[in-house]
């Protein structure tokens, strides 16, 4: 009996060494490693069904008209100023969203759900992988199955669905992928008759939305020029039209940039620094400007560009320098030493193969929503003026957070969010849109 007493404390010793040593080793994850700390409340759970009142970073204030700009934002902090309308809606939450996907019904075909294919630039690996395109809707450009199906963003239903799910997340602005008229990106057609029913479909529902300049063809800082004055003129009147309120007094537009590297940053000047060529500065059209951190360089571009801020969008940890969480206390950093917004992007996961077969190594495993969860981690951490999202609905990259379906056909088996219901992204959003909020009330103090 004293033996076998003797076997039980030693089993009990080296078991409670085992939990002990366990602990300590998920003490020390970093966001960095694929799992983070749930902030307080986080668990999984049925989404709350009442909302919050909340002070909130947008404006239904008029644009303003002249005069000189004022402080720079770094020195503002993001205004938590205005009412949120009782909505539970946070306005320092911004959010990617497409309007490209066509069905035939409304469109008279299938767009962008057919996604072709898009080769390697290298022959030799091109060469080892499919080409074609899509055949929808049983076989779609996506490693996901929408729970909508492979539906049309000119249906007024589907618009109705949109911004309901984003108002259940919370995310308060709607940042719209724009083209100028009669422009698309290389597998759709022409959206922009598609922006005044996005803004109504919002503003129902106590959103606002901001516009995502995307890379066209002769795109210059003089025809963005032109671009910025046709939406300030056309929709800068309307109830959902997004301006950013800091403490500094102003309340201007904001608009995104997409790979705004690919202009120079002296170009840029003659648009965004008061002594350009053809500056906005100062006058009706004069509004924030955010451009796409990508290289390390692109901040030091960005800052000598004009911008008044940048962003990282790509929902892959390590595919870039900006994309990597690691990089944005640095970068935040940068930002505040010179004045700058920074958005930090976070993303539910990444797989875009079914576009682009060759592209497995920028994968990044959702696991059942921890890394959404450690990407928003990782940006609250730097205590950013503004959070954005990648994305509502980029099928195409895996980065979505609107509801999905679990779908099998003879040929594909699609991912799905079980064995969590199809709102687990919209909860996951909403849970540290809230956290995000509490702390920055804090920050603000």
């Known amino acids: 009996m004293a033996r076998l007493r003797r076997k039980a404390c030693v089993a009990l010793f080296l078991f409670t060494l085992f939990v002990f040593g366990t602990l300590m080793g998920l003490r020390t994850l970093k966001p960095t490693e694929g799992f983070s700390d749930l902030a307080p409340g986080l668990e999984f759970m049925p989404l709350i069904g009442g909302k919050l009142d909340r002070r909130s970073a947008a404006s239904d204030a008029a644009v303003s008209q002249g ?15 205005n009412s949120g309308q009782d909505k539970g809606i946070f306005y320092d939450v911004h959010i990617f969203y497409y309007m490209w996907y066509g069905h035939p019904q409304t469109d008279g075909k299938y767009l962008h759900w057919d996604h072709v294919l898009v080769p390697h630039w290298d022959p030799k690996i091109a060469a080892s992988y499919p080409t074609g395109k ?28 949109h911004m309901e799910q984003i108002e ?33 479909a919002a503003h129902r529902h106590g959103l606002k939305v901001a516009f995502h300049i995307q890379p066209y063809p002769g795109r210059s800082d003089q025809t963005v020029h032109e671009n910025v004055k046709y939406i300030i003129d056309r929709y800068g009147e309307h109830g959902a039209f997004y ?94 030493g010179n004045g700058l917004l920074f958005v930090p992007s976070v993303g539910p996961g990444y797989i875009d193969t079914s576009v682009r077969p060759w592209n497995n190594h920028n994968t990044r495993n959702r696991i059942n929503g921890r890394y959404y969860e450690t990407a928003l981690q990782a940006a609250l951490s730097v205590r950013p003026e503004l959070v954005s999202i990648t994305s509502f609905n980029e099928w195409h990259e895996g980065t979505q957070i609107e509801r999905a379906a679990p779908k099998k056909t003879v040929t594909r088996l699609y991912l799905d969010y079980q064995p969590h219901t199809p709102e687990l992204y919209l909860e996951l959003t909403r849970r540290w849109a809230e956290q995000f909020n509490k702390e920055k009330e804090q920050w603000l103090m």
């Open 243 to 336: 301006r950013f309120s800091a403490t500094s007094g102003r309340v201007l537009p904001l608009f995104y940039v997409y790979d705004s590297y690919l202009t120079p940053p002296e170009a840029w000047a003659e648009l965004l620094t008061s002594s350009g060529s053809h500056s906005l500065r100062g006058s009706a059209y004069d509004a924030l400007f955010i451009g796409l951190l990508v290289e390390e360089r692109h901040k030091h571009d960005l800052l000598a560009a004009g911008f008044d801020g940048m962003y990282t969008y790509f929902a892959s940890n390590g595919f870039s320098f900006g994309s990597s969480h690691q990089n944005w206390k640095s970068v935040k950093a940068f930002c505040d």
């Open 67 to 81: 005069g000189p700009r004022n402080a720079p934002i770094g020195d503002a902090k993001a205004a938590a100023v």
């Open 134 to 161: 899509h055949s929808p809707p049983d076989d779609i450009g996506s490693s996901f199955y929408p729970e909508l199906g492979p539906y049309s963003s000119r249906d007024p239903e589907v618009l109705e669905s």
């Open 168 to 200: 259940a997340a919370g995310a308060g602005v709607v940042v719209v992928s724009w083209y100028p008229p009669g422009q698309a990106d290389d597998n759709g057609e022409p959206t922009e008759d598609i922006v005044q029913a996005v803004l109504e």
